[in-house]
């Protein structure tokens, strides 16, 4: 039997130019593939919540070490992008790109590290205001139905209701008018 040992690829066979766009609810990963002839795929793997690790030992020389082997395959491509529809808002993530040779060897892999956006504030929808017979403004909603909704009168707080109320009595006496009478 003749055997022959492989290497893995060199350091100038790892994907480039890896950025990570975050949003609230997804990561869009791209780079630019190797050009090397017997590249085949690149392997992502994902570490979640990096800034949230467990150190495996307190103190060494006054620095804290981390376990790496919490790296988790989640998807292979030999495309330049991929999307993270697996995240959560605000949560820090770090991902590891891998390129894979048709003979199966991996390299050691390109990291980054990204932190999602926080979600943002549902939109009103279906606002009506009208003025009942005592002069105040009613002001309803259809959207939306959860949470809380904040009242501002003025530039200013006023009020923080259920949004399932689906709506909020302001006493006439209580609103400000812009120069030309408007509410």
């Known amino acids: 039997i003749t055997a022959r040992t492989l290497e893995a690829p060199p350091p ?3 994907v480039k130019n890896l950025q990570a766009k975050p949003r609230h609810n997804r990561v869009d990963l791209s ?16 570490k979640n919540n990096a800034n949230n690790r467990t150190p495996f030992m307190k103190f060494l020389f ?32 770090e991902y590891k790109l891998t390129t894979s040779s048709i003979d199966g060897l991996e390299s050691e892999g390109v990291t980054i590290q990204v932190t ?6 549902p939109e009103m929808g279906g606002v009506e205001q009208e003025q009942n017979e005592n002069g105040d403004y009613v002001f309803k909603w259809t959207s939306p139905t959860k949470g809380y909704v904040k009242i501002l009168v003025g530039g200013e707080e006023y009020a923080i209701v259920p949004a399932s109320d689906r709506q909020i009595i302001i006493p006439k006496e209580h609103m400000k008018y812009t120069p030309l009478g408007n509410p």
């Open 12 to 14: 100038d066979k790892e």
């Open 31 to 46: 780079w630019e593939n190797p050009s090397y002839e017997g590249f085949h795929h690149v392997r992502i793997y994902r």
């Open 62 to 93: 006054g620095a804290v070490v981390y376990a790496d082997d919490d790296f988790k395959p989640i998807f292979e491509t030999n495309g330049t992008y991929f999307n993270d529809l697996t995240v959560e808002p605000e949560k820090t993530y």
């Open 116 to 121: 999602t956006l926080p979600e943002p504030p």
